[in-house]
C-alpha cells in the first residue's frame, strides 16, 4: 500500500514515520516535525524510515555531501549530515503509532 503524506489526524490503527529537522534561516532556526507519512504496518512503515535515513535531504545544510547514521533503538534513526561549506547538522528519523489525545 502506499504511504499518505499526512496533515491530518492519523487513525490510531496506521504506524507512522516521523521526520524532525531544524528548519528555518540564521537566528530563526527551529527544531520541528517536518514529515508525517503514515502506513498499513510496521514493517512497511520500518522499511521507509530505514530509506529515509539514508537518501532524506534535510533543508540544512543544503547539498549534503557526506551523513552519518546512528540507530539507537529499532525505531530510531539520528542522521548527521555534513554540508559543502564542512557544515553539520541532523535530524531524526522515527516510526511511531498515534496514541488518543
Known amino acids: 500500500m502506499e ?16 521526520i524532525e529537522e ?4 540564521s537566528s530563526y532556526l527551529r527544531w520541528e516535525l517536518t514529515r508525517i507519512k503514515s502506513f498499513g504496518s ?11 535515513a ?4 534535510p533543508q540544512h545544510p543544503g547539498k549534503g555531501r557526506s551523513r552519518r547514521i546512528f540507530r539507537s533503538g ?10 559543502a ?12 503509532k498515534p496514541e488518543t489525545p
Open 3 to 18: 504511504p499518505e503524506e499526512e496533515t491530518r489526524r492519523v487513525p490510531l490503527d496506521r504506524w507512522c514515520v516521523l
Open 54 to 57: 539514508k537518501g532524506y535531504e
Open 22 to 25: 531544524t528548519v528555518g534561516h
Open 42 to 52: 510496521r514493517a512497511d512503515a520500518l522499511a521507509e524510515a530505514a530509506n529515509l
Open 85 to 96: 561549506k564542512d557544515e553539520t547538522s541532523h535530524f531524526r528519523v522515527v516510526v511511531a
Open 74 to 83: 529499532e525505531d530510531l534513526w539520528t542522521v548527521q549530515v555534513r554540508g
